[in-house]
Each structure stands twice: as C-alpha cells, then as structure tokens.
C-alpha cells in the first residue's frame, strides 16, 4: 500500500498493517485508514493518515505513562470492533505536543478519547469516557 505523507514523505506499508476506523477519529471524518509509523527507540508511534496525506496523529500507550489508567469496554463496543479476548486488544492515546517556540515544553495525553485496535482484524474505535478523574491534557510524565 502506496502512503502519501505531508510529514514522512511517500512511503509503502503492507497493507495488513493498516487500521480501519468504523467511525472517524472526532474532528476527522475523511480519515478513517491509518498506519503506525514507528519512532524507534520511543514509545512512541505516529498514526499516519492514509486519506489525508496532512493528517497524523502522536500517540502512545497510556499504560506507559499512566498505569492506574482504567477503561471498560461496554458490550458495544466489544461487537463493533469484534473482540472476544481482551489480549487481542491495544490501547492508544492521543498526544499534544505544547511548544515554547522551536523547543517541546510539555507533551499531554487525551485520556478521555483513546483509541482501541482489535489487533487481530485492525479494526479500531476511540472512545468518549465519562471519567471525572481524566482530561484531555494529562502531561506526560515519565
């Protein structure tokens, strides 16, 4: 699979390692195809649009950063996206990076909208919690 990237540059991926939103990611609705482009030696990943070459998202493990992060799949959920066993599942969050001109001053985790991947058929859903005790702007701390 061809991928046009405004921030990678073309490139080509097999297509088995795209992932396939059912809905967009909120704010995106042309993009639902995306592939992980690794940041070696991080924990890092890049969610690379394969709709919209301008569109790519930082992401993470929250569990990395956070390891009292909780979320419940509903019973929904688990039939949109196909799972049956939850080692069959991975969970990402969404990161900003906030900047003090050319230099990262904090990067913030969205703990309230994460993104879950049946790892087996590369199906996708993010998530909306109802949890007081997440935000949208975590900082990440290592």
Do not use: C
């Amino acid at each position: 699979m061809q991928v046009q990237s405004s921030r990678f540059g073309d490139f080509e991926v097999e297509a088995t390692r795209a992932i396939t939103f059912s809905q967009s990611l909120l704010g995106f609705p042309q993009s639902t195809t995306y592939v992980v482009v690794e940041v070696e030696e991080t924990p890092y990943i890049w969610l690379q649009s394969v709709d919209e070459p301008d569109v790519a998202f930082l992401a993470t493990s929250p569990f990395l950063f956070f390891p009292e992060y909780d979320l419940e799949l509903g019973d929904e959920e688990q039939q949109t996206l196909d799972i049956d066993d939850v080692s069959k599942v991975e969970v990402l969050t969404l990161l900003t990076v906030h900047r003090a001109g050319e230099t990262p001053e904090t990067i913030t985790a969205n703990l309230l909208g994460p993104i879950v991947v049946n790892t087996e058929s590369r199906q996708a859903l993010q998530l909306v919690l109802d949890n007081p005790g997440y935000s949208t702007r975590v900082p990440l701390v290592a």
